[in-house]
């Protein structure tokens, strides 16, 4: 076994059993990618077994902080066995279902989603990468599912040195599947689609939005960064009878368009705009429009904290035009999923958008992923996307 000795005092974070070690903190030792090592303080004391990752800047994920437990593949099940029966005592009102969320679940650079019988993974670190085999036998296993696909085609594999890879790892036919996701159903493709497939972080604040919408009365609703239209459909559940989608992906919008048929509604009721939000935002408002509900859930504009002051600009911008083109009364929901933006800053930049458009509004309820996307105590990290829900004065 390898053993990668920490530098005097780089021991804490571990300690406190966050599972990453950035490069700088490393003294000593080397392994290959994904390879398990013993990690010690730079006195020797046992702090994690972890994975490996020679070309990543996050150099070490712990998979252990137990000195005890053998990486092996009944750590695997044993793990995945966890964040399932997690999952089921959630009792989810949809059969797409996030079953593994990372470092969330001790399994750092593992996400996995399961989309009726289908599971849609990524492996994003190397240490999930070696393991890639063990992983998706143990995931069928657990899950009783028979198809498991890869998505392993995010950005982030690159700052581990792995190459994109996507196709069918288990399994095989078509890759749609239709989601009855509370009252409204949707159609995910796992090849096509954004991410695994879908936005599932936003199920809870979908079948939210369909109750205020009917709460509120809202007929006419501004959908912006629709996607497929989740929050369009919803809308319409909730009894909006003018929706616009405004999406800059075409493929986003025929589905939108084809998910307002599924679910039964009047395509009359239902508009797409293939379009760049910011510049139909403005169109709006000179045209002298305005609407009952509007949501903005844009994609995310701060990867990273560095990334956070042009970001809140344009977060801003974003907020101020919506806010503006709000009824009196109307209904807001405004997201972020810039882990870059904490939940805090963006109320405040939300706030300032709501000053420079001479606008106040109730603050109904902070917004957060769904449950089946845990932040940990000791892994604040994983708190990615958060919004508010908005009544103008
Ligand atoms: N609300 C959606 C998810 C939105 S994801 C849901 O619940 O499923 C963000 C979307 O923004 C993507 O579909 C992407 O195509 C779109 N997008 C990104 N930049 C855009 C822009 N400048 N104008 C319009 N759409 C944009």
Redesign the pocket.
Known sequence: MKVIRLREGKERSLLRQHPWVFAGSVAKGKADPGETVRVEADDGRFLAWAAFSPSSMIRVRAWSFDEAERIDAGFFQRRLQAAVAMRQRLAIQSNGVRLVHGEADGLPGLIVDRYDDILSVQFLSAGTERWKDVIADALLQVTGCQRLFERSDSGVRQMEGLAPAKGWLRGEGSTTVTLQEHAIR?TVDVEEG?KTG??LD?RE??ALFARLVRQFGCKSVL?????????SVAALAGGATEVIS????GP?LARADAHVLLNGFDPAHHTSMD??????LRQLLKDGRQFDAI?L???KFAPSAAHADRASRAYKDINRLGLKLLKPGGLLLT?S?SGGIGAELFHKIVAGAGLDAGVDAYLMQRLEASSDHPTTLCFPEGEYLKGLALLRR
């Not at 959908?223 to 929050?231: K, L, P, Q, V």
């Not at 405004?246 to 992906?249: A, N, Q, R």
């Not at 379009?275 to 139909?280: I, K, L, Y």
């Open positions: 949707l954004h879908y936005y936003q604040n979908r959908n912006c960064y629709s996607y497929t239209g989740g929050f405004v999406d800059s992906s986003a379009a760049d939000v910011n510049g139909t949501v859930d844009p994609p997201f999923c």
